[in-house]
């Protein structure tokens, strides 16, 4: 069965760090462009980042750039987002997803079940 698992959210104060991962079960991700999305209540789903099946190819939205830092380890499985800086606007339910097309629209063919970050004091 092909999964995809994120995990690494929380509660966390302004100007604080998380590291999300999103790890694959059942599949490679080493063939696959990972793309990390976001989506706040009352929200559409949103492009936060996505990584080539390389990792020599990046992309962030503008909102989380020099922020936000995508990563991949194949040997792993495994595809990491750090967020440093987090601000109240970052809150949201984040995705992971697994396609073949580098992207920042939701058009991937797998999907984590989401992992929730939320930013407050």
């Known amino acids: 069965q092909l999964q995809l698992v994120e995990s690494g959210g929380g509660l966390v104060q302004p100007g604080g760090s998380l590291r999300l991962s999103c790890a694959a079960s059942g599949f490679s991700l080493r063939d696959y462009v990972i793309g990390w999305f976001r989506q706040a209540p009352g929200k559409e789903r949103e492009g936060v980042s996505y990584?080539?099946?390389?990792?020599?190819?990046?992309n962030y939205a503008d909102s989380v750039k020099g922020r936000f830092t995508i990563s991949r380890d194949n040997a792993k499985n495994t595809v990491y987002l750090q967020m440093n800086s987090l601000k109240p606007e970052d809150t949201g339910i984040y995705y992971c997803?697994?396609?073949?097309?580098?992207?920042?629209?939701?058009?991937?063919?797998?999907w984590g079940q989401g992992t929730q970050v939320t930013v407050s004091s």
């Open positions: 997803a697994a396609g073949g097309r580098a992207t920042m629209a939701p058009r991937y063919d797998y």
């Open positions: 990584i080539n099946s390389s990792g020599g190819r990046t």
